[in-house]
Every structure is written in C-alpha cells, then in structure tokens.
C-alpha cells in the first residue's frame, strides 16, 4: 500500500535561512508523481511542486526545490532564502494510478514558523 | 480565488442529519476530487470523479455519497452526520485524470461541524 511519511511534526527556521522538510514514500509503482503542497493558517490548499518517478532531474519552482532520491524513496522539499510568509502547514503528496483512475495521498504535514 | 468554488464555507448541524456540500472547478477542468482534513487523521481522499464517472475511490463512508453532473459541478452529500464527521471537507479539480504533472487546484474548503 502506498505511505507518505512526513517525520517533522514541526521545525522553526531563521528569516532569509534555508529549510529542508523531510518526506519519504513507499509504493509498488513504476510510475507515481510527488507534490508538496502549503497551506497557510488561511486554510487554503496552494500547490507548490511536482516531481515524476521517471523525471531525471530535481524539479525547482522559484524558491522551492525537491531534493529526489528514488533510491531512499525520499523527495525532500528545499525552500531556499526563507520568508515570514512562508510558516504555513506544509504537505508532502504522491499519486499513483493509471489511465482509470488515480489516488493523491498526503502525509500528515509540517508546520514551518519562520522567525523574524 | 483559485477558481475552483466551495459551498457553503461554513455549515453547523446536529447529529443524524444530512448535508450536501457543492463545488464547482476550475473552468476546462474535467476531474473533481474530494477530500476530508481533521486533525486527527489528516487529509484523506475520499473519491474522485472525470467528465462524470467514478474513477476512483478512498476511504470514503458508505453514509457519504457524491456524484458529478453534467455541467462538471460535484455535491458531496453527508447522511446520518456524526461528531466524528466534523472536518474541513475540501474539493481538488484537474484537467485530466491525472496524469499531467502539475497538482491539483483547491477550493477554499467546507467546515463542517456537527453538533
């Protein structure tokens, strides 16, 4: 069965300091995409990157980063020159599935405060 | 706004009563998929649906059913509410099934709380 495990409950990092939050996967599946979503206290779900199984590269979006090692099954979201704004509920998610029909799982998220 | 529309945001009910929850997604967008966010369990799909087909299913109650129309929009009806079933109750579209590589887009959710 598939498992998203997110083992930082909650981590604090300075202004304009880089973070890394941990997330491992297990799935039988060849194919599978990994996303990290934030919410923030608002509640809104806003997606934040993608990674592919097959993708050859670590995907970056702007500030974020994710740091894929098939290997570890381990796909760790780096968020580089860190903001206030950024301290939000953080969620690692993979879906797997085929052509019928697909699963996104999430883990049980990180809570990031950024300190002025 | 993310174009993807909730409603109601806010719903209060007593226990053994039934509610539906409605979204409608994102222009273009042909799959809806549901999920559930309480604080014990975290978030949990519940199900999904394409051009309005069933495609595929979590851990969804047999006391909660959905369905999607034809003009895309989704309602999630609640029956026999229990404390338990208090949560935010969120809808997700996508373009496809699934298969493109990008994420889902949300709503602003739906906070149930029975009472």
């Known amino acids: 069965a598939q498992k998203i495990t997110q083992t930082q409950p909650g981590m604090f990092v300075q202004e304009k300091e880089a973070v890394t939050l941990d997330c491992t996967y297990d799935t039988s599946d060849p194919s599978y995409g990994l996303f990290w979503y934030k919410q923030p206290s608002s509640g809104e779900m806003i997606f934040l990157i993608y990674q592919g199984s097959y993708d050859q590269q670590n995907a970056t979006e702007g500030r974020y980063s994710l740091n894929f090692q098939k290997a570890r099954k381990s796909a760790n979201l780096v968020i580089s020159a860190s903001q206030l704004g950024d301290s939000a509920m953080y969620f690692c998610?993979?879906?797997?599935?085929?052509?019928?029909?697909?699963?996104?799982?999430f883990g049980a998220g990180t809570r990031l405060f950024v300190k002025a | 706004d993310s174009g993807v529309t909730q409603t109601p945001k806010h719903l209060i009910t007593a226990t053994g009563q039934r509610v539906t929850l409605r979204c409608s997604p994102r222009?273009?967008?042909?799959?809806v998929y549901w999920y559930q966010q309480s604080l014990d369990q975290g978030l949990q799909f519940l199900i999904q649906y394409y051009n309005g087909e069933e495609r595929a299913k979590g851990n969804i109650l047999e006391r909660f059913s959905a369905q999607q129309f034809p003009d895309l929009h989704s309602e999630l009806n609640l029956s026999s509410l229990e404390l338990g079933d208090s949560a935010l109750y969120f809808c997700?579209?996508?373009?496809?099934?699934?298969?493109?590589?990008?994420?889902?887009?949300f709503g602003s959710g739906t906070r149930l709380t029975v009472v």
């Open positions: 998610a993979m879906r797997e599935g085929d052509t019928g029909g697909f699963k996104t799982i």
């Open positions: 222009s273009g967008d042909l799959s």
């Open positions: 997700a579209s996508s373009t496809t099934t699934g298969t493109a590589n990008y994420g889902y887009t």
